[in-house]
């Protein structure tokens, strides 16, 4: 044995340290993939559809506001990916927080609607993060099982029958209403993908989330209680997928046992395509939100040009296949 491994040997936090910091330093030409995505879609349909009304400001307007509840979610998901775990439970959180929050809000007003829809995602979180930690069983597996769950008392809730939201305050503050001429639904995207920046790039928490998503064994030699971070990725996406829920909900003034449900496969693919590695350690809350843009800037486009909800999922499937085969390459690569 010569010094250098042995060292390594006795010192095995140091090293681990050292390769983790390689690890986040480790970068390519794929962060900007997302960025030029959205320039050449964007300038495609602008003369593809220029004389379909793409670029008027009523239609940018309406693919800001169907984004900006996938963005939410993206920014959930995109911890989740970054520790390496996954949530596949967030379309049916956000169809029972829309009922929980159209339920609570017809009784005890806007703020213990939000509360109570929050509530649901942060309870699923939870549950989804202690199996996976405590069971030891993979959260692909878990939040596919919690997806089901969900989405049968969703269904119980109210006969299948959407519960209309009569509270004006309520509707105003999360996604009926407007600052000038901004919506209130893009401000909260801003406000929550903002949020999800400063807590990824400049927090501690942002920091571990990264190391464990690396390496959770490297993760644990330096000291980070790796079984907390993934519980707590988890739970992060769950409440953001419920306050996604609340937005849809004002949005359309109702809350619904489907509503988001179809959302999954765009999430994933908007957090892909935005940077973030499916194997975990590389993330991106600008990337993800920017993805989020696209993919509405992708159906919007598509349904201009005449084309029905088979060919936009057709069109999802192959973004998730190209952005998860610039995954792995990177992956071997690093």
Same mark, same amino acid.
């Given at each position: ?10 010192? %095995?936090? %140091? ?66 990916? #970054? ?18 929050? #159209?339920?609570? #809000? ?38 596919? !099982? ?17 519960? %209309? ?15 000038? %001429? ?23 928490? !942002? ?11 490297? #993760? ?13 990725? +988890? ?19 109702? !809350? ?18 935005? !940077? ?27 349904? +201009? ?20 085969? +610039? ?8």
């Amino acid at each position: 044995m010569n010094n250098s491994t042995g060292t390594a040997l006795m010192h %095995p936090a %140091p090293t681990a340290r050292r390769w983790l910091e390689q690890q986040r330093e480790i970068g390519g030409l794929r962060k900007y993939v997302v960025y030029l995505a959205f320039a050449l879609i964007l300038v495609t349909f602008a003369v593809l559809l220029r004389d379909d009304g793409f670029l008027t400001s009523s239609n940018l307007i309406n693919i800001g506001r169907q984004a900006a509840p996938v963005a939410v979610m993206a920014v959930g998901m995109t911890f989740a990916l #970054a520790a390496a775990e996954i949530d596949l439970s967030v379309g049916s959180v956000v169809a029972l927080s829309s009922l929980v929050a #159209a339920r609570v #809000a017809a009784s005890n007003g806007f703020i213990w609607a939000s509360l109570a829809a929050l509530g649901v995602g942060l309870a699923v979180g939870l549950i989804n993060g202690l199996i996976t930690v405590k069971v030891r069983i993979p959260s692909f597996l878990v939040t596919l !099982g919690m997806l089901g769950i969900i989405s049968g008392i969703a269904r119980n809730q109210n006969n299948l029958q959407s519960l %209309p939201i009569r509270n004006d305050l309520f509707l105003a503050v999360f996604g009926g209403g407007s600052l000038g %001429p901004v919506s209130t639904l893009l401000i909260w995207t801003a406000v929550i993908g903002a949020l999800g920046y400063f807590v990824l790039n400049h927090l501690r928490l !942002g920091r571990h989330v990264l190391s464990v998503g690396a390496n959770r064994d490297a #993760a644990k030699a330096v000291g980070i209680n790796t079984d907390r971070i993934r519980v707590i990725a +988890l739970v992060m996406s769950a409440t953001a997928a419920s306050f996604a829920g609340v937005m849809l909900a004002s949005r359309l003034a109702i !809350g619904r046992h489907d509503l988001g449900e179809s959302d999954l496969l765009t999430v994933i693919a908007a957090v892909v395509i935005g !940077g973030t590695s499916l194997f975990g350690g590389k993330a991106s809350i600008v990337g993800a939100v920017t993805g989020a843009v696209i993919m509405a800037m992708l159906n919007n486009g598509l349904i +201009l040009m005449g084309l029905d909800v088979a060919d936009q999922m057709i069109a999802r499937g192959v973004i998730i296949i190209v952005a998860v085969a +610039l995954s792995m390459r990177e992956q071997r690569d690093s």
